[in-house]
């Protein structure tokens, strides 16, 4: 409603420039907020995919090896270090080879008469470079001698 003098009276309605730029600012931090989240979001989903494919290629060796006769020479300890050597890593370890894709090193140890007589412990790591430190996957599986 307007006055004699052709100003707007008091009780008017709407909203002022500053309130505008507060929810502007508001909506902002939110979105700026949702972004860190989605960023959070990808670098996780990333170091998942990484121990997943570490961990199918540590499951495809270790089935490669648990598959072969007990007295193979892959399943020998080539250095003869025993349960020392379980977790040696180029030059150390009694086996190795590169995934395909390059990414990824496998290196296999192998202990006989380990826990116990008539067994062998094989010992499967897989290393990775990621930003700039090794990150590895181990499994470890004991291989009986069955007559």
């Not at 730029?21 to 670098?43: E, K, Y």
């Not at 399943?75 to 379980?86: E, K, Q, S």
């Amino acid at each position: 409603m307007r006055c004699a003098d052709n100003h707007l009276s008091n009780n008017q309605t709407g909203f002022t420039l500053i309130e505008v730029l507060i929810a502007i600012c508001v909506l902002t931090i939110g979105i700026l907020s949702a972004n860190v989240m989605q960023i959070t979001a990808i670098s996780g989903n990333s170091t998942a995919n990484r121990i997943t494919e570490s961990t199918s290629w540590a499951s495809d060796r270790v089935e490669s090896v648990l598959g072969l006769d007990y007295n193979d020479s892959a399943l020998n300890d080539g250095d003869g270090d025993g349960d020392a050597g379980l977790t040696d890593t180029v030059p150390g370890a009694d086996g190795n080879l590169t995934s395909p894709d390059g990414n990824y090193a496998i290196y296999w140890n192998v202990s006989v008469d380990s826990p116990f007589i008539g067994v062998k412990t094989i010992n499967v790591i897989i290393t990775t470079q990621e930003k700039g430190t090794t990150k590895s996957v181990t499994m470890t599986y004991i291989k009986a001698d069955s007559v």
